[in-house]
């Protein structure tokens, strides 16, 4: 994979080809974790979010892609935006913005969670992110790219041990700033 990234970063548009369609299944599954945990009659789908996400990749500068680590982290983040943006879009055409079901474990512990709250929980994760980018990307991979404690520690390279000690001190950062 990373072979093909540098060679995608390269201006080589077969590796590019050849980079989505390998891990094309595996985004789809990512963004179907997401949508999973919203609500019931969402209108986006899996592959709507997979694709919009590609489309804002592919609407900025070729990227300098260093490892597969850094392909999801950029990828989960555009999975990111589209949702917040998706948000944001119901709340400009209904007051109550509807109901966003879980947010992972955070979820299992406030319950559902509203569009207005998840953009409140999205500039949360950007303020994280300007204090400890490497917590604010674990919770953007658990949350918004939907991983596992074990795949997170995977594209982290760290131990699950380590993510799920970072898992909960970001968690109670968030806690804190949201009940602000």
Known sequence: MTVLLRAWSSGEERAREALIAMVYGQLRSIARRQLRRERHNHTLQPTAVVHEAYARLMAHDPIAWQDRRHFFAVITRAMRHVLVDHARARLAGKRDGGVIEGWDDVATEVGLVRAPELLAIDEALTQLAAIDPHKAQLVQLR??????????AELLGCSRATVVRDWRMARAWLFRELGR
């Open 143 to 152: 949350f918004f790219g939907g991983l596992s404690l074990e795949e997170t």
